[in-house]
């Protein structure tokens, strides 16, 4: 079993703090004792010898006055042999009781004696004080000798006990000295063993997580710099261990989602191009069966046909817009959206699966719904996500198999809910299922599908959750705030009024510059806008274009993006330098309106691109909505 890193700096903490415990004691105990012993002995010492030399020093002074007494140099009044018995009754004793016990037998004796010698100097300055008292002289000055005799001895045990107190209090600090030195010697020895120790922990250190560190920093960066492969070695199962296996799981993770948007990119522009080559002739299959629709002479099989023609190429047309939109979301580009139109249109991308899948759709979407301030096709991708996940789950339930999207107000909030009778969340995993890497489809899911739907909804001010659903299945509920307006009400589109100068439904006194690679498009869009009243001219491309110009003012350049020799981008920038009033009067016409940003035309408003297939009622009020601001501004 391997030692957990908590473990690990626990156990080197507790041995680094016995250690320097161990030490802290040993050098107390060895050096404390001997300080300790000088400190106590010291004390003792000084306090009797100052207490002697005191009492000597009293006794001393009473001599010298008995003498001055006996000489008659001094008056032997009342007062100055009170003075004296004064004097001898406090040199006699004692001051403090101190204690013998810290100080060594021999100098214990030698101070006992000094103190025995004092008090029989007492007793003879008191015999002495009496004598002078009753006025014998001659035996006082016998009394005196006696006395200066006892002061010598005094001196010299004094003396004796002052050299036994130096030499122990010399022995002390030797003692004091050498328990220094081992405590130096033992201290530096032992710092020495902690030294041999310390590069051990060092490299245990290092080997447990300065290294793991170093890898999981090394392949951080490699992961910033784009490196996808970049893997950790898991050396141990510590918790430095696990963060190795999850950054490998997170950086493999990563790679299978970079492989797959890097698939999903190219599909992208492989969808570009076909979208291209597809909406062309949708756009040519539209605009005929537009045209025979307008002949007064069709049979009504015939108009029946053509309507079923024009339906289908709509439909069509319209499945590979929102694919468009879905897979080349562009830039955010928050705007009034209403939900409702949202989730139909992501219903149209998926709708395909219903009928493979055997799965109903079902649910009511709110007509009265408030719109919602946000990117329309952020939202798009966040319910087709949901709505994905839920046909992948419904797969693994026998039918009914039952889908339920619906759109609500609830407390000024736009709500919507996606519904599903499939096998629902485990609650262990309904914890974890927005966070990153979370999936339920194994090797088949990236598990940041719902995180990124998450994340994209909270930067339009709402929030994406996973509620309890009644019976079986899973009930996700995506709410927005209502988009606020000046009067509190939803905003209503504006019907533009029709210019005075043209007929309404009719393009008269309009010129038209149409320029298109594609004849089975561009020839029924002139005749349709002839038949409509505008003067066309047509280019097959913008080195034609530019020729027609050269005698020819339009209103209009309605020029298509993809074009041989010169196309939409190229004759724009062309006009920008050259003629640059002209270069406000383009539309373009494209099959993929993402190419704008790639094609240096991301200036451009969107509004000035009609998306191939055009319906012809669309052109042409494209066509004199544009005049008309154009003479407005």
């Known amino acids: 079993m391997t030692l957990s890193l908590r473990r690990l700096v626990v156990l080197l903490v507790i041995a680094a703090g016995v250690y320097a415990g161990a030490i802290a004691l040993y050098l107390t105990a060895s050096v404390g004792s001997a300080a300790f012993t000088l400190g106590e002995g010291t004390t003792a ?4 010898q100052d207490d002697l030399g005191h009492r000597q020093s009293i006794l001393n002074v009473a001599a ?3 003498r001055e007494l006996l000489a008659g140099t001094r008056a032997a009044s009342d007062t100055e042999l009170d003075r004296v018995r004064e004097l001898v009754a406090r040199g006699s004793v004692r001051a403090h009781a101190e204690p013998y016990a810290s100080v060594p037998a021999e100098l214990r004796i030698a101070l006992a004696r000094a103190d025995e010698k004092l008090s029989d100097l007492g007793n003879g300055l008191s015999d002495l004080t009496a004598l002078i008292e009753l006025g014998r002289t001659s035996q006082g000055r016998r009394v005196l000798a006696r006395v200066d005799s006892l002061e010598g001895g005094v001196e010299t045990t004094l003396g004796a006990a002052s050299e036994l107190a130096r030499a122990d209090l010399t022995d002390r600090q030797e003692a004091l000295h050498r328990a220094t030195g081992r405590a130096v010697r033992d201290g530096v020895l032992l710092l020495a063993v902690g030294m041999v120790f310390l590069p051990l922990a060092l490299l245990l250190v290092r080997r447990r997580v300065w290294k793991p560190l170093a890898r999981l920093e090394e392949g951080l960066q490699r992961v910033s710099e784009g490196d996808l492969t970049a ?3 898991v050396l141990q199962g510590d918790e430095l261990g696990r963060v190795a296996t999850h950054f490998n799981h997170m950086t493999r993770v990563l790679r299978d989602r970079a492989e797959e948007q890097g698939r999903f990119a190219a599909a992208g522009e492989l969808l570009a191009g076909v979208a291209h080559e597809v909406n062309n002739p949708l756009m040519a299959i539209a605009t005929h069966a537009e045209l025979r629709l307008g002949d007064t002479d069709l049979s009504d099989e015939a108009r029946v046909e053509m309507q079923s023609i024009l339906r289908q190429a709509r439909r069509a047309s319209k499945l590979l817009r929102g694919l468009l939109r879905f897979v080349r979301a562009g830039e955010k580009r928050a705007a009034h959206v209403n939900l409702n139109e949202v989730i139909r249109s992501a219903i149209d991308l998926v709708s395909y699966r219903f009928t493979v899948d055997e799965i109903s759709i079902e649910g009511r979407l709110d007509p009265s719904l408030p719109p919602v301030l946000g990117d329309a096709n952020r939202l798009e991708q966040v319910l087709v996500n949901l709505l994905s996940n839920a046909l992948d789950s419904l797969r693994g339930v026998p039918p009914p198999r039952r889908l339920v999207v619906d759109s609500f107000v609830d407390e000024g909030r736009v709500c919507v809910a996606v519904v599903d009778n499939g096998p629902g969340v485990a609650p262990e995993i309904a914890e974890r299922l927005f966070r990153p890497f979370a ?4 090797r088949r899911g990236t598990g940041l599908g719902l995180y990124i739907s998450r994340q994209l909804v909270r930067e339009a001010a709402g929030d994406l959750g996973l509620e309890p659903a009644s019976g079986r299945g899973a009930r996700f509920l995506l709410w927005l ?5 000046l009067d509190g009400a939803r905003p ?12 309404d439904g009719a393009l008269a006194g309009i010129r038209v510059l149409l320029v298109d690679d594609e004849e089975m498009i ?11 009243g505008a003067e066309v001219t047509e280019a097959a491309d913008g080195v034609q274009a530019l020729e027609r110009l050269a005698g020819f003012e339009p209103h209009v350049i309605l020029a298509d993006l993809r074009m041989p020799k010169m196309d939409g981008a190229e004759l724009y920038a062309r006009l920008q330098a050259e003629r640059p009033a002209l270069a406000e009067r383009v539309l373009f016409l494209s099959g993929d309106i993402t190419q704008l940003a790639g094609r240096g035309l991301a200036p451009v408003a969107r509004e000035r691109v009609l998306v191939k297939p055009v319906e012809l009622a669309e052109l042409e009020q494209r066509l004199r909505e544009f005049v008309r601001e154009s003479k407005a501004g």
């Open 45 to 48: 010492l000084v306090a009797l």
């Open 64 to 66: 010298d006055r008995c």
């Open 231 to 233: 893997e950790v070695p």
């Open 439 to 442: 999936t339920t489809k194994g």
């Open 481 to 485: 705030p209502a988009a606020p307006t």
């Open 492 to 503: 209503e589109p504006a019907v533009a009024a029709a210019p005075a100068s043209v007929p």
């Open 522 to 532: 561009r020839r029924p869009m002139a005749r349709f806008l002839a038949r409509r």
